[in-house]
């Protein structure tokens, strides 16, 4: 009987009530608690609290009834939450460096910066796992501003200064005040050319607020710095976008990469991106190379830089620096 009053009080605040002359739709997510005594009155609230987060969590609109599991996972919440401020001051987080080749001769071009979490207990996180939790809490700026930094003073140290390190960029990381001087300071510290710094945005975050990413991102061609379109192919990134943003280079999302070793494949997706970018005198790099097949297909079709699992796995700086030091030699 509770769900179902629920669920109708739901579909009441669905439909849409007039207010000052406009149209306004009203929602609602309600969580439900239903607890065994000794429990207080004060935990089964903080129960139908969590199933509310719940319903929200799913989109709202919803009535969710809780369960223990739900516990489970808010505590689960808020231990990650919290070792996540403990690993910016205890030194936990670090960056990795997944290489950039040349799909010719195979010579390193460069490398892409990942931020990962030596979690006491968990052990190696990726960046999936926590990044969305950092947003949540407020610390995707000092994240940021952590990778970028030491993207910048590691890739100071390698002997090729024509060599890049790319560092992704977040949407709200964009929209930050402080946004050129953090990337400004990090280059000058590390000493770093502008030129050998690859900042890389989707194109959901580039064009969230278009006029301020147009205004950011031609400030930083200002400094020297280089701009990326990271998972081109995957949504709609028009020509008007490409050129309003002075984007240099376009990556090709793993997904469009992974079909290309398959029997009978058609690649006219990736040879029209690539025919694309060399008449709009944009690089392109290719994502997700797992196979000697998919490499061979890219450079038949006119790409000639790539990273993935087939050349190399993300990697601490200190392997990677043993790497390049045994490829120099």
Same mark, same amino acid.
């Given at each position: ?19 000052? *002359? ?6 609602? %997510? ?29 989109? *709202? ?8 599991? @739900?516990? !489970? ?12 401020? !403990? ?17 010719? %001769? ?18 190696? @996180? ?11 809490? *407020? ?26 390190? !790319?560092?992704?960029?977040?949407? %709200? ?32 975050? @580039? ?36 050129? !309003? ?26 040879? %029209? ?57």
């Amino acid at each position: 009987m509770t769900e179902l009053v629920a669920n109708r009080l739901v579909e009441l605040f669905d439909e849409p009530v007039i207010l000052a *002359g406009q149209s306004i739709q009203p929602g609602a %997510s309600i969580g439900i608690a239903s607890l065994s005594p000794p429990t207080t009155g004060s935990e089964v609230l903080r129960a139908a609290d969590t199933a509310m987060y719940q319903a929200k969590a799913a989109g *709202g609109s919803r009535s969710v009834t809780f369960d223990q599991s @739900m516990l !489970r996972k808010a505590y689960d919440q808020l231990q990650l939450e919290a070792g996540l401020r !403990r690993a910016l001051d205890s030194g936990e987080l670090s960056v990795h460096y997944q290489p950039e080749i040349a799909l010719d %001769s195979g010579r390193f071009l460069g490398a892409e910066a990942l931020v990962r979490w030596e979690h006491p207990v968990r052990g190696l @996180m990726h960046a999936r796992n926590f990044l969305g939790t950092a947003e949540e809490v *407020g610390l995707l700026s000092e994240i940021g501003s952590y990778v970028l930094r030491a993207a910048c003073a590691e890739a100071s140290s390698w002997a090729d200064h024509n060599t890049l390190v !790319r560092v992704n960029l977040s949407a %709200s990381q964009l929209q930050e005040a402080d946004l050129l001087t953090v990337i400004a300071d990090a280059l000058s510290d590390a000493g770093l050319e502008p030129h050998r710094l690859c900042i890389e945005l989707t194109e959901a975050s @580039m064009t969230a607020d278009l006029e301020r990413s147009e205004h950011v991102l031609s400030r930083l061609r200002s400094l020297g710095v280089r701009i990326a379109l990271d998972d081109f192919g995957t949504s709609f990134a028009s020509l008007a976008h490409l050129k !309003r943003l002075g984007v240099d280079t376009v990556k090709i999302d793993q997904s469009l990469v992974r079909d290309l070793d398959s029997p009978g494949s058609d690649d006219l997706l990736v040879r %029209s991106i690539v025919s694309l970018a060399e008449a709009l005198d944009l690089e392109v790099v290719a994502e997700g190379i797992e196979t000697q097949a998919q490499a061979e297909a890219l450079l038949r079709i006119g790409c000639t830089r790539a990273k993935g699992y087939f050349y190399a796995r993300p990697m601490p700086i200190g392997e990677l620096t043993k790497q390049l030091s045994i490829d120099q030699h």
